[in-house]
Structure formats: structure tokens, C-alpha cells
């Protein structure tokens, strides 16, 4: 009784949850400590998603195995990764794990190095790219007009323009110039695709009322850009990335083939090729292709299953559902 | 009579108005009136030949649309007008006019003797957008889904009174949201738009037009989208906060009697063009435009018989697209002259404070004025 | 007067054999947190020529409820009881093949948004052939003639069969709507929702256009809507639903002037009148239950203005009161209170 003349007085209200802490209104903390708090709710949300979403665990769980990989291979793998020291075309046994190389390298010792720069490659090849994407794509979406079109000109361009003969071209200047230009160019060719699709999905949302209402409220343009739209494209964003990341890894292999980048880097790419080339399926290395296509796939899959978590932070309405009424025995 | 305090104006904003007493609103508007004749008629906000036309199509057939043509209307402090219209009269782009989403074409918006037109500088801007801010329809696009419902009311709070501090503008985010209705305010502020009810989100969205201390509020179908039971509550606020808070309200809908339930003064619009203004009251008892004939004897009313004035209208939309002059009802209207296929009828005021644009309705309060 | 408990399957006096019955249906939605019950043995029958108006807010079963009588409903939803007996054949349990000879032709379906449901790519004329041919018609002339007739008794000019759907206003499209549904001319017509994204005079005039056909053409409607003001002047009787029950259901004028259910009381005070006293109104305080943790007792009695202390633990049966049903425990010993 008493809580319907309490709700007809006052409106729709809702009942606390019994046991849930709230930010009550007392003393609020201090800016620092606030910030602090924010962002350690934040990560405690992702380990929380983490934990209760099997797939972005298992995705966690894979991330972490090639992160290790990357962070100790010297504790895991003793044998140095390019020296061409031991017997080529040897099978797997207990001194060589996987094998050896036509070469005469290591395979296992290959493996896990090349993990290292594998993910250095993709995380931050991917991380650029994405964020070259989000700028060009979301900008031109949401600025429309000129901006629209000028930005578009140059994405679609880079598009366009077939790549590897202009890399050929590119690399006939700059012979041997190591991971940074690598990564450069990945970034350059790599980004006009992910901005097309971010401008795709940003033009749907620019029709919406709450950016209106950011609007009316006063909001200058770039913060509407980067606080209201970007963080509801989340999901997009961070698929965006995790494609980009995957294919850089490949891409980054045929680049270093023709010059760029450091061709003799052990990388799980630059193992593939050289698998590819001196045909190691069919002399009967399988293990010399097998490996790093499995390496690359782990990190694949990982990121995809990574995707999951992410899905559920960028909507909330995804989320484990709070109990905030109290429950009535059935 | 001291204010009214933060609990009654929470009791008030969703408890029915009492018929019998007198609103503050009318008490503060006499108050006005005592103290400064000559302003007692002064409009907070006017308009003054408004247009606002779209270029549409493409290449060889370029056309207008004329979405809103030559609107004039006041408002005033403490009252609430109702801008009734059917899709495609115009009331919405007028709205977004007056919110400065869109430039208007022609025409000039005042807001306290103030000309839109002269503002400038942000600072200015700002005002006027924390002055005129707007609700909107849609309870379910209308807020960012990714954060609290805190966010919205925190940054107008921050944008438009940026003299509080982080504690104030916690504590005042809480006063506001109890007033509109939702408590306990602290903890509905740290909720997400998806736990809460489509009644409940419209609340935010007057809670976040609350928070800038506006002069008037532009609501746009702040109802439509939400279940009939609900909607009462949220009317109810509505003439709440016009008595509490003293703020006017522009209620934007298509319902004439939700309209009739919380507005002073009736705005009746078509195909861009004002059809007929005047207290709410008079213009629903003895409509003298006749398309507010056709609407006041369209509206289903449970408690009365079916009228059979409306039934062979089909309801079919106005032509906005380069119009040629004349009255743009005259197709529908059953009682069209002549005149009314040659000259757009202007605006006339046929009684005290009631206006109808109509050849037909003019001719006949002259002749009784005769 | 009030009797004993209405019997389980609600028959209401109809003259003549009832061309529906709906008896005891309940459906099911299968989430994460178990089942929840969307429509709850809801029972009514339907006779020929009648038009029944079925009242709700937006969560009740409605929309729901519509789509398990049309045999219409898809995973993760499911029949979890009752049987839908249509002209005298049961509808439950048939397979699609079985239900296509059926459907189209003896009952026929007008969904919310036109705009949704006719195909935007193809023109009017050439979505009324498709749906003729599908049920066996291939005449040239007679599609033809057909569609033309179709549309005139629904007053759109034969030309727009050339239309495509963007080209019509939103009242015309409608009207497109139900003369494809009336194509065959059916014996029940299933609306839902149909003048929801129409203005009022639009509203209204598409309201007499339907009832006028029923007149010529002697189909049953149900007629499922949130605005009860609507079916008020054309609705033989009124169902009104509350999370997934039958609320009140009787003769539409006897539901209008003495409702006996507090929330149909509730709901029709929610509606501001434009004419009379201009009257302070509360609306119903709260919100419908989430019906995946719904409460012991009525479901309405967190809202009930007249909620007794046995409403809160007892689930009221349905009541016949003077040829109304109602749930509502005030009419339990055959007396109001």
C-alpha cells in the first residue's frame, strides 16, 4: 500500500536495490581519486566481461599465450632463430622440435621468436590504421559538405590506386628502411577501407536525436565527434582494428619480401614465405608452414573471440542484467 | 507567497493541477502586468514572417518545399502553447527553427526583444541555446545509449553554468531529477538509458532542458512516442514546471487533446502556414478556420457520440512543393470561394486575441461586426 | 448480476456458430532467464460479421497474441498451450502447406506499418498478382480486374496499381494494405495496429472505410490497438490485456460506460476529452510488470487504486459480471464493492 501512494505522489520511481552500493549524495571523492576510481571500474568491467563471456575468455586466454610468447622467448626457445647452423631439411626430433629449415635453421626457434614481431606488427599497424579510419571516415561523415568531400577524395583515392606497384616504386627509394616505414606504409594503403565502412555506419547515426540534442545543448562539433558518436561505434571500431590487425601480418610479409622492412627479421609472416617459397609442403617440412600459419591463426582467432568482450562494453544493453528490484519469492 | 519548495514542486510536477486554485504562473504574469503595464503584453519569444523552404530533388527538376511559410507567433512567460499540426504542417521545422537547428529563409526570431539573427559571438549563442533548449520525441534515440543518463545533464550543467562547482553540479543534477520525477536522483542518475522506462527517459530529456534554467522549452511530441497511461504523468509535469519553475513551454503534437489538457493558448497550423491562433478554450469551442473544424470533429473521444463531419476527408497530406497562392486547404475545404483559389489569406485577428486565416471566416466576423 | 466463474473457455454469446474460438491460449518466450509467459490463457470467440477491438499498452501480449491466432509466431516464441479452432478446423498443429490453403484466402493478415510490410522495390499492382498467384489465381483478366476492384472499394483510383509504395501518402498506403488483404475477400481479417503511423483525420477516415467494407463484405475483424478511443464507435465488443491476461472483455458500449476492471477504468481516465470540463487526470502510476519475475497475486495490484489485501496473494480467476468477463477479485462473492 504504502508504495503505491508513494508512486502516485511522486511519479514513476524506482525501488533500491537491497545491498548495492550507490554514490549517495555526501561528500563527492576528490578529481584524482574519481579518476582513478573511473578507471579502475572500467578495467574491472573488462575482466568482469572477460570472466563471464566464455568466448572473450578463451580469446583473453590465447592473447596471453602469444604475449608471452613475444615478452620471454628466450626462457622458452634456446636455440637462436636465424643462425643457419644445423643440418637443413631435418625432421622433427628432440633437439629440433619442429625441424629445421632448408637453411639449416631452428623452426622452433623461429616460432617462437617470430612471435614478437608478429605482434608488435599487427597491435600497432592495427592501432593506426584504426585510428587513421576513425578520423577520416567519422569526420567526413559527420562534417559533411566539403569536409565529406575532400576526405573522401583522398581515402578513395589511396583505395584505388593499385599497391604493390606503387610500393615497388616506393621501394626502389628507400632499400632497407626497417619496421618503422613498414609500418608506415601498412598504415597509408591499409586505412582507406576501415574509413569507408566507419563513414558508412557514422552516416546512419548521424540522423539520430541524441546527437541533435548534443546539438541544442551547445556542443561544439568535435566533441560531439569524439564523445558522443565514436564511443557508440565502438564495436565497429574495434572490428575494424582486429581485421586490419590480422591481415597487416600477411601483408607485412609479402612487403618484407620485396625489400621492405628487414627481409631476414624472423617474423611468423616472413616463415610462411620462405616456407611458400622453397616449397616446404611438398619436400615435407609441413611443420615449417604449418607453424606460423597456426601462430597467425591463434592471434586471429583470439582477437575475434577478444570481440565478444568488446561487444558488451560498447552496448550496454548487452551487459549482464543488474538486479535492482527486490526479487519476490516465486 | 513564498516559492514553492523542491518537494512540493516534485508533488506538483506529477500530481494532477488543481483546477480550482490559481497557478502561480497567472499570479507572477499579474504580478508582471502590475508592474510594468506596457510589458504586460510583451512576448518572451516572436516570430515575425518565419519561412523556411528545402531545395529538393536534383538536377533538371530542382523544386521547393515550403516547409514553414510566413509564421508569426508569440509566446509568452509562464504559458504554454500548443503548435497542433498533422505531419507535413510544419510545426516540427518550426521548432527546429526556434532551436536553431536549421537557418530560417526568411523571417526573424526574437527572443525578448533580441534578434536571433544578431547573434554572433558562442557566448551568445550559448544563452540563447540554454534560454530555448528542446526535448525531444523519440525516448529512444533521444539519449546516447553508451553512457549514464548523468552525462547529458552533467554537460549542460557544465556548459551553461559554469560557475558551479564539480559538488554543485552533482548536488543540482539530483535536485533536478527528483523535480521532473525520478527518485531517488542519485541513484537514477547512475543508470543506463536501457533500464529505464520510455516515461522515465522523457523525464531525462526535460530533466537535461531543466538543467539550463531555460526561459522556454521546446517540446516535440514529447508524448506520441510513449503508452497512453504514461502520458498523463508527463502532461502533468509539463503544467508542473509552467507553475513551479515559471518556464513557458511549446508543445509540438498532432493529439488536440492533450493539447486542450495543458495548453493556454492553441496554435493550429497547415502546410507550413498558421490556420488559426487563440486561447485554447475558444479556438476548440468555436473553431473558425476550417480545417480545425475537420480536426476537432476527427478526434475520437470515447465519452462522446461519433460526429460525421469528418467522414469523407481522407486526411491526405498538403501540397508544400512549390505551391501556387491561395489558401493551400482549399482542395478539402468545403466551404471555398473564389477568392480563396487566387490570394493566400493572411492572418486576421477575428476576435480579442483570436486569429484564423480563412477569406471565409474573415467575411463572416465582418459581417457580424456589422 | 454476477455469477460463479466464468467457465475456462470464456464463450461469450454469439449469435449463431462462432466462425473463431480461441480457447486458453498461452505463449511462451524462451530467454536466458527460463520462460516467460507473454500471453496467458486468453479465450475468446469470434462470430461472423463481428468486429472485436483488442486494448493494450505497449508489453501486454497484444501484438503477441495476434501472431499465435494467425499461426504466425517464430522462435524464440512458442505455443505452450491451447488451440485456435477456426471455421471448425483446428489451427494448431497444421503444417504450412496445410495452413497456405487457409491463409490469404479465408483469413488474412494488415500488419502496423505498411511501409514495412509492402515490398518498396515492386509496384502495387505487381505485389497484388504475386499474392494472387501464390494462391492458385492465373488469369490475367482476372488479376487484373480483381486488383482493380479491390482497390476502388478501398476509394484509391485503379492508376496507382502502377504506384510504387513511396509514391502513396501513408493513409493510401494503408488503404493498399487492406485491399490486399481483402483480395480474397476472407472470412476474418486480423488488423494490427493499422492506423498507429496515421493522423487523425486520416485515422478516422480509414477507420469508416473498414467498418463500411465490413458491411459490404461481411469478414470478421480483430482489431488489436493501444488507443482505446479508436475502437470505441466501431468495435462490437473489447478485450482489454494486461501483461498477457484478459483483463475485462464484454460489449464494447457496456465496457465503455460502466468499466469494471480498475485498470480499464484507469486507461480510459487517461484519456484527456476535447469536449466538457477540462478535468485534472492521474494517468496510472508505476509500470506493467516485467513479466520474467512477475509478483504473486494480480498482476495489477502494485498499480490498483482499489488493491485489497487478498490481491496480493491470490491470482484472480475471471468473473462474469452482467455478461462481462473481468479479472478482478472486488466481483469474487458476486457483489461490487
Given amino acids: 500500500m504504502a508504495s503505491t501512494e508513494l508512486s502516485a505522489g511522486l511519479g514513476p520511481t524506482i525501488t533500491p536495490s537491497a545491498g548495492q552500493p550507490h554514490a549517495q549524495s555526501g561528500a563527492p571523492p576528490s578529481r584524482a581519486r574519481e579518476a582513478a576510481t573511473k578507471t579502475g571500474q572500467a578495467f574491472l568491467r573488462l575482466f568482469r566481461t572477460l570472466r563471464s563471456n566464455r568466448k572473450a575468455s578463451a580469446g583473453f586466454i590465447l592473447l596471453a599465450f602469444v604475449c608471452v610468447l613475444a615478452a620471454v622467448p628466450g626462457l622458452i626457445a634456446h636455440d637462436p632463430p636465424r643462425a643457419e647452423i644445423y643440418g637443413r631439411s631435418l625432421g622433427p626430433s628432440a633437439s629440433h622440435l619442429f625441424g629445421t629449415t632448408v637453411y639449416g635453421q631452428d623452426i622452433f626457434a623461429q616460432f617462437i621468436w617470430g612471435a614478437r614481431e608478429t605482434l608488435i606488427i599487427a597491435v600497432v599497424s592495427g592501432v593506426l590504421s584504426t585510428a587513421l579510419s576513425v578520423v577520416m571516415g567519422v569526420a567526413a561523415a559527420y562534417l559533411g559538405g566539403v569536409w565529406d568531400g575532400g576526405l573522401n577524395l583522398v581515402t578513395d583515392t589511396l583505395l584505388v590506386i593499385p599497391s604493390f606497384p606503387l610500393l615497388l616504386i616506393i621501394a626502389a627509394y628507400l632499400p632497407n628502411s626497417g619496421v618503422v616505414v613498414l609500418i608506415a606504409i601498412l598504415v597509408i594503403t591499409g586505412y582507406s577501407y576501415g574509413a569507408r565502412q566507419l563513414r558508412a555506419q557514422a552516416l546512419s547515426l548521424r540522423g539520430r536525436d541524441y546527437l541533435e540534442a548534443a546539438r541544442v545543448r551547445g556542443e561544439r562539433s568535435v566533441y560531439i565527434i569524439a564523445v558522443e558518436i565514436i564511443p557508440t561505434m565502438t564495436p565497429l571500431i574495434v572490428a575494424t582494428f582486429l581485421g586490419t590487425a590480422v591481415y597487416n601480418v600477411l601483408f607485412a610479409a609479402g612487403l618484407q619480401f620485396i625489400g621492405f622492412g628487414n627481409p631476414a627479421s624472423v617474423s611468423w609472416g616472413t616463415m610462411l614465405y620462405w616456407a611458400q617459397n622453397n616449397e616446404a609442403l611438398s619436400i615435407g617440412q609441413y611443420l615449417w608452414a604449418l607453424m606460423p600459419g597456426l601462430g597467425i591463426a591463434i592471434l586471429g582467432a583470439s582477437f575475434a573471440l577478444l570481440n565478444y568482450a568488446f561487444d558488451e562494453i560498447g552496448n550496454p544493453a548487452l551487459r549482464p542484467v543488474r538486479r535492482h528490484r527486490v526479487k519476490r519469492p516465486r | ?370 | ?337
Avoid at chain 2, 11 to 37: H, I
Avoid at chain 2, 160 to 169: K, N
Avoid at chain 3, 125 to 140: I, N, P, Y
Fill in chain 3, 1 to 337: 448480476m454476477s455469477s460463479a466463474l466464468a467457465d475456462d473457455t470464456g464463450r461469450a454469446a454469439v449469435t449463431g456458430e462462432p466462425i473463431l474460438q480461441v480457447t486458453d491460449i498461452t505463449v511462451e518466450y524462451a530467454t536466458k532467464q527460463g520462460n516467460v509467459r507473454a500471453v496467458d490463457h486468453v479465450s475468446f470467440d469470434l462470430g461472423r460479421g463481428e468486429f472485436v477491438g483488442i486494448v493494450g499498452e505497449s508489453g501486454c501480449g497484444k501484438s503477441t497474441l495476434l501472431f499465435a491466432i494467425a499461426q504466425l509466431l517464430a522462435p524464440p516464441a512458442g505455443l505452450a498451450g491451447g488451440n485456435v479452432v477456426f471455421k471448425g478446423v483446428s489451427m494448431v498443429g497444421l503444417t504450412d502447406s496445410q495452413l497456405a490453403s487457409v491463409r490469404w484466402k479465408d483469413m488474412s493478415v494488415v500488419m502496423q506499418s505498411a511501409m514495412n510490410a509492402l515490398n518498396p522495390v515492386t509496384s502495387i499492382g505487381a505485389q497484388f498478382k504475386d499474392a494472387m498467384r501464390a494462391h492458385g489465381v492465373r488469369s490475367k483478366t482476372e488479376i487484373a480486374d480483381r486488383s482493380a476492384h479491390m482497390l476502388r472499394m478501398v476509394g484509391i483510383d485503379p492508376t496507382h496499381l502502377r504506384s510504387y509504395p513511396h509514391q502513396l501518402s501513408g493513409g493510401m498506403r494503408q488503404r493498399a494494405m487492406i485491399a490486399m488483404a481483402l483480395l480474397f475477400t476472407p472470412d476474418l481479417v486480423i488488423m494490427d495496429e493499422p492506423t498507429s503511423a496515421l493522423d487523425v483525420v486520416a485515422q478516422r477516415s480509414l477507420m469508416v472505410q473498414i467498418k463500411e467494407l465490413q458491411a459490404q463484405l461481411g469478414f470478421s475483424v480483430i482489431f488489436v490497438t493501444h488507443d482505446m478511443s479508436l475502437v470505441r464507435h466501431f468495435s462490437d465488443r473489447l478485450m482489454v490485456m494486461y501483461a498477457g491476461q484478459v483483463a475485462e472483455l464484454g460489449v464494447t458500449s457496456q465496457v465503455f460506460g460502466s468499466p469494471l476492471h480498475p485498470y480499464t477504468r484507469g486507461l480510459m481516465d487517461a484519456f484527456p476529452s476535447i469536449k466538457g470540463e477540462r478535468v485534472p487526470l492521474t494517468g496510472i502510476p508505476g509500470h506493467p510488470p516485467d513479466l520474467a519475475r512477475i509478483p504473486d497475486g494480480c498482476l495489477f495490484a502494485p498499480r490498483c487504486p482499489k488493491v485489497m489485501t487478498e490481491c496480493e496473494t491470490t491470482r484472480p480467476p475471471l468473473y462474469l459480471v452482467d455478461g462481462t468477463q473481468v479479472r478482478c477479485l472486488l466481483y469474487a462473492d458476486g457483489s461490487t464493492r
Fill in chain 2, 1 to 370: 507567497m513564498t516559492e514553492p519548495s523542491t518537494s512540493q514542486a516534485a508533488q506538483q510536477a506529477t500530481a494532477p493541477p488543481a483546477a480550482s486554485r490559481v497557478p502561480a504562473s497567472l499570479r507572477k504574469r499579474a504580478a508582471r502586468a502590475a508592474a510594468d503595464p506596457s510589458a504586460g503584453a510583451a512576448a518572451l519569444l516572436r516570430t515575425d514572417g518565419l519561412t523556411k523552404h528545402f531545395k529538393i530533388g536534383g538536377g533538371l527538376h530542382r523544386r521547393t518545399l515550403h516547409a514553414v511559410d510566413d509564421v508569426s507567433l508569440s509566446i509568452g512567460a509562464g504559458e504554454i502553447v500548443a503548435l497542433v499540426g498533422e505531419s507535413g504542417s510544419g510545426k516540427s521545422t518550426t521548432a527546429r527553427l526556434l532551436a536553431r537547428i536549421y537557418q530560417p529563409t526568411a523571417g526573424e526570431i526574437f527572443l525578448q526583444g533580441r534578434r536571433l539573427s544578431a547573434i554572433r559571438s558562442r557566448a551568445d549563442l550559448l544563452a540563447y541555446r540554454s534560454d530555448v533548449p528542446m526535448v525531444f520525441q523519440d525516448p529512444f534515440s533521444s539519449i546516447n545509449p553508451v553512457f549514464r543518463v548523468s552525462h547529458g545533464i552533467e554537460r549542460s550543467l557544465r556548459l551553461h553554468r559554469p560557475e558551479l562547482s564539480r559538488a554543485e553540479r552533482r548536488a543540482e543534477a539530483i535536485r533536478i531529477f527528483e523535480v521532473v520525477g525520478l527518485a531517488p536522483g542519485a541513484e537514477v542518475l547512475e543508470r543506463f538509458p536501457h533500464e529505464l522506462s520510455g516515461g522515465q527517459r522523457q523525464r531525462v530529456g526535460f530533466a537535461q532542458a531543466l538543467a539550463m534554467r531555460p526561459k522556454l522549452i521546446l517540446a516535440d511530441e514529447p508524448v506520441s512516442m510513449l503508452d497512453v497511461s504514461i502520458r498523463i504523468g508527463l502532461l502533468n509535469l509539463m503544467t508542473g514546471l509552467r507553475d513551479a519553475e515559471d518556464v513557458s513551454i511549446l508543445y509540438i503534437t498532432h493529439d488536440i487533446a492533450s493539447a486542450r489538457y495543458v495548453a493556454d493558448r492553441l496554435v493550429v497550423m497547415y502546410a507550413g502556414q498558421i490556420a488559426e491562433s487563440g486561447p485554447v478554450e475558444d479556438v476548440l469551442a468555436r473553431p473558425r478556420h476550417p480545417y480545425t473544424q475537420l480536426l476537432v470533429s476527427a478526434v475520437p473521444d470515447p465519452r462522446a457520440e461519433l460526429s460525421v463531419a469528418a467522414d469523407t476527408d481522407r486526411g491526405e497530406p498538403p501540397r508544400v512543393i512549390d505551391p501556387t497562392p491561395g489558401c493551400r486547404f482549399r482542395w478539402r475545404c468545403p466551404l471555398a470561394i473564389d477568392a480563396c483559389h487566387q490570394v493566400t489569406p493572411p492572418l486576421r485577428q477575428l476576435l480579442p486575441d483570436h486569429s484564423a486565416a480563412c477569406h471565409v471566416a474573415t467575411a463572416d466576423a465582418e459581417l457580424r461586426a456589422f
